[in-house]
């Protein structure tokens, strides 16, 4: 008896305040988040006749049904460039942002069983259910640079903002993940309102018109274009069409409003996130 009271006992217990983040326990279970990645990487195409084609194929369709209706039926208009790259630009990254957000979402209730059985960050959960189509963003990226060569279009040294704008977005899907995933554990009514926000946040984002457009009719009423840039996606899909084509019409303060959004939704999602962590296995 003595020598069982002599056992280490250990307490996990939340840590204390809404924005704490353990960087080393995180850094601890990153074989975990690999695992968790790599899982949804082989599982996302598992007996499909496509496979990873799949990631190129869906915007690139969705490209060809833009350009037909948008630009040869509506004359959205696309900044002086040509619409299939101007709207492939865009589809890129979003359908990156729309695939992984849904995903992030479901991702807890998901890993129910992992949950109740073993301890581990669960911030681990939504950040693998993003990074995971990292994947698939790389190869649509691939196809996206045979369609410059194709429109002997070159971006030229814009392209070096690439990455800061692949981080970009991975912020504003993680960020948001957080949020609806930690929510959709207590209200299962969260996987059902996701593609929907989706696909609103879609038609209020530069993906199908240029954003020029937006920023003047602010301006004709005396408003600041900053005020569009508070859509994070906004400016997240105006930097990548400026790093893949080398063209913009918006100015630094769009930019900078979209980067305080993303910001402000990122620390928001890990303070709610962490505050309802404690509940998860109870009430996944």
Known sequence: MEQLKRVPTFVIAPSRGGLSIRLK???????LLYFLIWRDVK???KQT????????????????VFTLFFDRLAKVGSDGLPYPL????ALVPWTFFATGLTQSTNSLVGSANLIK?????RGIIPAAAVLA??????????????????????????????PLAVTWICLVAFGTGLWLSALNVEYRDVKFVAPFLVQIWMFVSPVIYPASRVTQALAKRGLPEWL?????????????????????ACQASFFVAGAVVTALLLLSGIAYFKRMERTFADVV
């Not at 915007?59 to 060809?64: G, I, K, N, V, Y």
């Open 25 to 31: 326990e995180l850094w601890e279970y990153r074989e």
């Open 43 to 45: 599982v996302r195409y």
């Open 49 to 64: 006749v496509l496979g990873a084609a799949w990631a190129i194929f869906q915007p690139l369709f969705t490209m060809a």
């Open 86 to 89: 101007f709207s492939l630009a």
């Open 117 to 121: 059985k073993v301890y581990f960050p």
């Open 133 to 162: 189509w990292l994947v698939d963003l790389g190869l649509a990226l691939l196809m996206f640079f045979g369609a410059l060569a194709f429109y002997e279009w070159s971006p030229g040294f814009a392209l070096a903002i690439l």
């Open 228 to 248: 569009y840039g508070l859509n994070p996606m906004a400016g997240v899909i105006e930097a990548f069409r400026y790093a893949l084509l080398g063209t913009t």
